[in-house]
């Protein structure tokens, strides 16, 4: 069964450092891999995708993300992070619609 | 403006009663979903409906029936509601669908609070 796993629920990060957020996968074949995040009381936002090509996906708000086939992951990054991103952030494959179970990141001046 | 919209977005109801979710679309796209998302945040797809057939049908009780009058319509029909099915419901939708690489445009969800 294809399948994605966060494996950290939580991410806390100072406002201006880099920020990662996990995601590893494991589908069968070639993987479309996405990333969307959730404001408080709001529906999911895409971010971005990979579909194929080159390994570094960039995507809204300056967010990238790497996908790795070596390692299974397709890690979410951010160079210099946000009070205002602060948010909860899934990873998702197309395949079957699975998400992760979300990992939420605070941003703190 | 709203490219995915639901209603209502609070219902509140009692234990057995049965209540309706809408869902609309205004994007154009052929695939919509319905998404259960509960107390833990964790998201999980119910039904998927591409031109109005049905393609996902994940495990739900057979009390949830999800109806879609035409390809911008996915409703969610729930008999008989239980307390465990309290939780934010989403609607989303797609151009394409399941295999593809198509993004997905959700719904700003409807918490449902069974007592």
């Known amino acids: 069964a294809q399948s994605v796993a966060q494996p950290e629920d939580q991410v806390n990060v100072a406002e201006g450092n880099p920020l990662t957020v996990k995601c590893t996968y494991s589908v069968s074949g070639n993987p479309y891999l996405f990333w969307y995040v959730q404001y408080p009381n709001r529906g999911l936002q895409f971010l971005l995708k990979?579909?194929?090509?080159?390994?570094l996906v960039k995507g809204s708000y300056g967010f990238e993300a790497e996908f790795n086939k070596s390692q299974t992951s397709f890690h979410l990054k951010k160079p210099s992070a946000l009070v205002s991103d602060s948010a909860l952030y899934f990873c998702a494959v197309n395949e079957g619609m699975r998400f992760g179970a979300g990992t939420r990141l605070t941003v703190k001046p | 403006d709203t490219a995915v919209s639901q209603t209502p977005k609070y219902l509140v109801t009692q234990m057995g009663n049965d209540k309706s979710i809408k869902c609309e679309q205004n994007?154009?796209?052929?695939?919509m979903y319905w998404y259960k998302q509960d107390s833990k945040k964790f998201l999980k797809i119910m039904f998927s409906y591409n031109n109005k057939e049905l393609i996902i049908n994940e495990t739900v009780p057979n009390r949830f029936s999800p109806k879609s009058p035409d390809k911008a319509h996915l409703n969610l029909h729930i008999n008989s509601l239980e307390l465990g099915d309290s939780a934010v419901y989403f609607c989303?939708?797609?151009?394409?669908?399941?295999?593809?690489?198509?993004?997905?445009?959700f719904g700003p969800g409807t918490r449902l609070t069974v007592l």
């Open positions: 989303a939708s797609s151009p394409v669908g399941q295999g593809n690489a198509d993004t997905q445009y």
């Open positions: 994007l154009g796209h052929d695939t």
């Open positions: 990979y579909i194929t090509g080159d390994n």
